[in-house]
């Protein structure tokens, strides 16, 4: 069963940094383009960043430009989303999920809070 667990998430001052990741298994990772989204309360969910099988091309959405950068280890099965420079707009549920457009399956989500 294709399963997708997102960790590492946390409270955060601003100005401070997170790494998430998310550890993918039962399916061939590195056949697979990736891609981080984020939802905060009362918002729907946005697109964070996304990155391709041999990471030759990645998106980052505007917002976390220069800020934010994704990667991935395929000999590990994870990928990773590197979140410098906090804000607080930045609060929101992180979900990593298969795909670069179209998605299949999601990770359960990791809490990001940045707050003084």
């Known amino acids: 069963q294709v399963q997708l667990v997102d960790s590492w998430g946390g409270l955060v001052q601003p100005g401070g940094s997170l790494r998430l990741s998310c550890v993918a298994s039962?399916?061939?990772?590195?056949?697979?383009?990736m891609s981080w989204y984020r939802q905060a309360p009362g918002k729907m969910r946005a697109f964070v960043a996304r990155i391709t099988t041999d990471v030759a091309n990645r998106r980052l959405a505007d917002s976390v430009m220069g800020r934010f950068t994704i990667s991935r280890d395929n000999a590990k099965n994870t990928v990773y989303l590197q979140m410098n420079s906090l804000k607080p707009e930045d609060t929101a549920m992180y979900y990593c999920?298969?795909?670069?457009?179209?998605?299949?399956?999601w990770g359960q989500g990791t809490q990001v809070t940045v707050s003084s």
């Open positions: 039962a399916f061939a990772f590195s056949n697979y383009p």
């Open positions: 999920t298969r795909g670069w457009t179209r998605y299949d399956y």
